[in-house]
């Protein structure tokens, strides 16, 4: 078994080319936005096993027809009314898609923008993900190992002075109610306990030297894997707080944009 994902641009707005019909726009997406208008990304998930005589879970033309028919006239209804929610919306289009589909639909992520998005799972799970970014210092340090042990094993990362990131971090939390609440003020309250429970504490820092979760007196080495796992630890309880219901599920933390580690694993 294995998943196969498949990115999905719907274009809308009066900027569309009305001629096009579905014409595909490639990168672009479709159809061919000529003028102003607003583009959709969904990332569709299918799992399977790989058929035997193509080596496809699906052929991805098929995939392409399936969202064109079944996902492009829901969202296209919702954006024409102006005010869906858009975790409602995912969940009509998941009815749909999944039955238009050639595999099993796994995972369907509506990317709103660059830093937000809902996704919806098999279990009928609503997540809003929404990222935020800070710049920090750090030293990759062990104080338990040699400085020459640390220095061959951390290298330019040992430096004694440290070195900076803009760190990215997502946060994904699901709704209280699934689908009907994807909306509303609950990216307000993720973003509220985003900044009261992290971005106040580690943006403009040196974490070894200026937090007590990485300071060199008992405090975690700041490896990427260490601030996703601390950063997990402070906003869910901030999550829980900030709206009934909310619940932290996974958070995603980016060193730099090739390095990254997800906490707790994906399900």
């Known amino acids: 078994m294995l998943v196969l994902r498949r990115v999905f641009r719907l274009n809308l707005g009066a900027g569309v080319c009305a001629d096009a019909g579905e014409a595909r726009g490639g990168f672009a ?14 990332e569709i998930a299918l799992a399977g096993a790989p058929d035997a005589r193509t080596g496809y879970v699906a ?16 969202v296209r209804r919702a954006w024409a009314g102006g005010a869906g929610d858009p975790g409602r919306v995912l969940a009509d ?7 238009a589909l050639p595999a099993r639909l796994a995972g369907l992520r ?12 098999a279990r009928g799970r609503v997540l809003v993900c929404m990222s935020f970014d800070f710049a920090a210092a750090h030293r990759l340090h062990n104080p338990a190992l040699s400085d020459a042990e640390n220095a061959r094993l951390y290298g330019k990362c040992n430096n ?18 699934g689908a009907g609440h994807a909306g509303g003020d609950v990216p307000g309250a993720i973003a509220r306990a985003a900044e009261e429970s992290v ?8 974490l070894n030297e200026d937090t007590s979760e990485f300071s060199g007196a008992g405090g975690l080495n700041p490896t990427v894997e260490n601030i996703a796992m ?12 900030a709206g009934p219901g909310l619940v932290l599920r996974r958070v995603r ?3 730099t944009d090739r390095t990254s580690a997800t906490y707790p694993a994906d399900e």
């Open 29 to 42: 997406g479709s159809p061919v936005l000529t003028g102003l208008g607003a583009q959709h990304e969904f």
């Open 199 to 206: 971005l106040r504490r580690f943006d403009h820092t040196h």
């Open 253 to 255: 933390v980016w060193e």
């Open 230 to 241: 601390v950063i997990h630890g402070l906003l869910a309880p901030a999550v829980a707080q």
């Open 160 to 177: 004694p002075r440290g070195h900076g990131h803009n760190y990215r971090f997502e946060a994904c939390v699901e709704t209280p109610a």
């Open 110 to 121: 509506w990317n709103l923008s660059a830093y937000h998005a809902v996704e919806m799972n």
């Open 93 to 99: 289009v998941w009815a749909g898609l999944a039955e």
């Open 59 to 74: 052929d991805i033309k098929d995939v392409d027809e399936a969202a064109s028919r079944a996902l492009a006239p829901v």
